[in-house]
């Protein structure tokens, strides 16, 4: 029987898998692969090594990589392209999330891709992609595939936090912003077939802000195929670890406020404690004992330094990935409720939950000087994953929600 075919639509190459966003994304598109015959078409803000294309085709088993799109993905760095994206989404109506990624090229290399061929399935990735949905759904006439929106968080919440932490006439420009985005949110999950979510929270947002729960489903984030996952934690490590994309906002909040309140009383009783950071997008300047390392590529050697795993989190929607990612390796973690918020973790069994900064430092306190403690912790983490977050469970939702079986 011929493969069915799938067009799948991101905003960002996600290869190599080094954010949530990418591990997310790329894990999605793994389990698609078993499924479907995938052709993937994203954004870059740079030329693209063709050996990464083929490194993310093998890794994936994508059938045909297009070449992305060049684009200016980060635009918050550039103030005209910013203002531009701004004016244009009040004055059409359109999310900013969404107005910032309209390319006519890329409208152009979609609609002359479905037109060499069929496609039974067109996914979009994030609310960010839907802005081609209508030039899409009017170029294929009377036969469309059927749409996808993989969510990974719910845009219009987001819009409402950040409205709650700005003073005038920043709240008012969030609040037509949040107005904007419940509109296009809900189109979206109307007009399309199905609408996945990252976790049942997601889901019950969206059944609150008014969409109906039949067009919703959650699909179990996946952090890889079962037989490849494997409990690295070294019981004899002795480092906090915080691995988080410091472009966004709030991981820089709660990074500050986990520095400046929590920090402190943890040094306080563990002198000789070193902090670790990883991520790129931004440099506080911190002191030692604090190591700020930047992007890195490959963080598996920090990962096999850390006792604990720190998500200091204040605000944010979806799900923390990094979170996961420390517990498929058995790093046990202290997080906020918000961090954990999405995960079906349990306080206290295989996660540390803790809001304030004397409770955060005592968590942290009693995993780096309770070693029976940290290794059941590490023991019950990793075993949550195997249960929960798996490729095959991923998998197995969307054949339900492609193939209807």
Request: hydrophobic share 40%; aromatic share 8%.
């Amino acid at each position: 029987m011929k493969r069915r075919r799938l067009l799948h639509l991101c905003i960002e190459l996600p290869y190599p898998p080094d954010s949530g966003y990418k591990i997310r994304t790329s894990e999605n598109i793994a389990a698609l692969s078993g499924i479907a015959e995938i052709s993937s078409v994203s954004f870059s803000e740079e030329t693209i090594d063709p050996t990464r294309l083929e490194e993310f085709k093998n890794s994936c088993g994508v059938a045909d990589v297009i070449e992305p799109v060049m684009h200016n993905i980060h635009i918050t760095r550039k103030p005209l392209k910013l203002a531009g994206a701004f004016i244009n989404s009040f004055t059409k109506r359109i999310p900013y999330v969404v107005e910032k990624f309209r390319s006519k090229k890329m409208e152009k290399l979609l609609i002359d891709l479905l037109k060499q061929g069929n496609f039974d399935f067109i996914i979009f990735d994030q609310l960010r992609m839907t802005g081609y949905y209508h030039p899409i759904k009017q170029a294929l006439g009377k036969s469309p595939p059927k749409f996808i929106l993989d969510t990974h968080n719910v845009e219009t919440d987001l819009w409402r936090q950040f409205k709650e932490h700005k003073r005038p006439p920043s709240r008012l420009l969030a609040q037509l912003q949040e107005d904007i985005t419940k509109d296009w949110e809900l189109g979206m999950i109307e007009a399309l077939d199905k609408t996945t979510t990252i976790s049942d929270l997601d889901k019950s947002i969206f059944i609150k802000m008014g969409a109906k729960p039949q067009k919703l489903i959650t699909v179990p984030v996946s952090m890889g195929p079962s037989n490849k996952l494997k409990n690295i934690f070294n019981p004899k490590a002795n480092k906090l670890l915080l691995i988080s994309n410091l472009v966004w906002e709030p991981n820089r909040r709660g990074l500050q406020w986990f520095v400046d309140e929590v920090f402190p009383l943890v040094r306080g009783e563990i002198p000789d404690i070193e902090f670790i950071i990883v991520g790129g997008g931004w440099k506080f300047g911190f002191q030692d004992p604090i190591k700020e390392m930047g992007y890195v590529r490959d963080t598996e050697p920090f990962y096999s330094q850390a006792a604990v795993f720190i998500t200091p989190l204040l605000r944010g929607s979806g799900v923390r990935l990094k979170i996961l990612e420390a517990m498929k390796r058995g790093i046990p973690v202290v997080s906020t409720t918000i961090g954990a918020s999405g995960i079906n973790v349990s306080d206290g069994k295989n996660i540390i939950i803790a809001d304030d900064a004397e409770d955060f430092a005592k968590g942290v306190i009693e995993l780096l000087r309770n070693e029976e403690y940290r290794n059941e912790i590490s023991k019950n983490s990793f075993e949550f994953i195997l249960k929960n977050h798996t490729r095959e469970a991923s998998r197995e939702t969307y054949k339900k929600i492609l193939l209807g079986d």
